[in-house]
């Protein structure tokens, strides 16, 4: 083999060694929280899978960049399709709204609780990530409850000129209200994915909601807090964040454009203003928010649309338990960002931020060579965390009635 050869195998092992990260350890997650008992109570549900190391997939599971795609294209290996009922809801504004309903398997609980779950963006839950939690919630006593994000099912049509936005907040409260008045005996916890982990915080944060009594806790994983921060990081080039953008910008702009005889009428666009052309020709996710999103929901500026959908603007009129979780190798949200929920927990009671050092962007496969374990890592710490805000919340009741 001549040496040229050989240079050239060297540098595509460097490289390979490079992008899948092979060189990684497992390592345990690291847990931010102020408040000693609040942990303490969680620990004793989840400790077996806080205190263990996260084992990733050995041959590409150090890699945020494969975790993410992976998650991507395929979701998750041996996924069953848990069967639901689907709601559908007729809004105030003509839009049709549905989500979908998922039994326990097994009453593990005498409670009765529901998990109000927010997919990420343009995703529903037909989504397979969604799914293969759902199942293994099902399977642990609870009943789900999956918002369907306006306009990603192909099913149900659009029938208002609008569809999901980063910080509307109103159709996830009409499931709320919807599931409180079927289940008037449940309690809920709610848990968002990505972009829906960003809509269920700031809808635990916002004054002028008034939120169902029965949440008793939520979760938010893989969010990045700041739209404003997170679109300048995404824009640039640097860890391939501009290509994730163009996916996301690709996936909006088709879901507009599949239903553009209803969103994009010339009477919708004559009343908003809304130039088709510039919609089509959006490069980015920014450019496009500017064509059509912000018109849409009546903003003057990028600015103004973003600072209102962003998480982090209503942290601190949260007042029930609060769990985050977040990947350190997260392609798409860059530690920076990560920077004001550690402060959020430090000094705020009753909250707790997980950081993992893999997992990418909700990828979190673990365990295996190359094919990794049917159930994720995610899956298994959301429903033990889910254990601990239900533990904590009987601690209180029995607290509150020795009181009187």
């Avoid at 077996?48 to 992976?70: A, C, D, K, N, V």
């Avoid at 689907?86 to 709204?97: A, H, P």
């Avoid at 779950?117 to 989504?127: F, L, Q, R």
């Avoid at 009987?394 to 009181?403: E, F, G, I, R, V």
Wanted: overall charge neutral; proline content about 5%; hydrophobic content about 40%.
């Amino acid at each position: 083999m001549s040496t040229a050869l050989l240079a050239v195998f060297a540098v595509i092992l460097c490289v390979l060694f490079r992008v899948f990260n092979v060189n990684s350890q497992p390592q345990r997650p690291s847990i931010w929280c102020s408040d000693q008992d609040f942990l303490d109570i969680i620990l004793k549900i989840s400790s077996s899978i806080l205190q263990e190391p996260y084992i990733p997939t050995r041959l590409w599971g150090f890699s945020g960049h494969m975790q993410t795609i992976l998650h991507s294209l395929i979701g998750r290996l041996h996924c069953r399709w848990p069967i639901g009922e689907r709601v559908y809801l007729l809004l105030r504004d003509g839009t049709t709204l549905t989500y979908d309903v998922y039994q326990p398997v097994e009453n593990l609980y005498e409670d009765d609780i529901t998990v109000a779950i927010c997919p990420g963006i343009a995703n529903s839950s037909e989504s397979v990530y969604i799914r293969t939690f759902v199942h293994w919630a099902q399977y642990h006593g609870y009943r789900c409850a999956v918002l369907n994000h306006v306009g990603v099912l192909k099913s149900v049509p659009v029938t208002s000129p609008r569809i999901f936005s980063y910080g509307n907040t109103n159709d996830y409260n009409e499931m709320m209200t919807a599931l409180v008045e079927k289940y008037p005996n449940t309690k809920i916890i709610c848990i968002g994915f990505s972009l829906g982990g960003n809509l269920i915080t700031k809808y635990m944060g916002e004054t002028d909601r008034v939120r169902p009594t029965q949440i008793i806790g939520a979760i938010s994983v893989c969010q990045g807090y700041c739209a404003l921060e997170g679109t300048k990081w995404m824009l640039n080039w640097q860890n391939f964040r501009r290509f994730y953008l163009y996916v996301m910008t690709e996936n909006m702009k088709n879901i507009i454009l599949k239903h553009r005889h209803v969103l994009l009428t010339e009477e919708v666009k004559n009343y908003h203003k809304l130039n088709e052309h510039e919609i089509i020709s959006a490069a980015t996710l920014p450019e496009l928010d500017d064509a059509y999103t912000r018109k849409i929901s009546n903003f003057e500026s990028l600015t103004e649309l973003y600072s209102w959908s962003s998480s982090i603007n209503y942290l601190q009129n949260i007042a029930s338990p609060m769990i985050f979780i977040n990947a350190r190798d997260d392609p798409i949200v860059p530690e920076p960002l990560l920077e004001p929920i550690k402060n959020f927990v430090s000094e705020r009671p009753e909250t707790l931020y997980l950081e993992v050092a893999h997992g990418g962007h909700l990828g979190f496969y673990e365990g295996g060579l190359i094919y990794p374990n049917p159930v994720t890592w995610l899956d298994r710490a959301l429903v033990a965390l889910m254990g601990g805000l239900v533990f904590k919340h009987n601690l209180s009741l029995k607290k509150t009635a020795q009181t009187f």
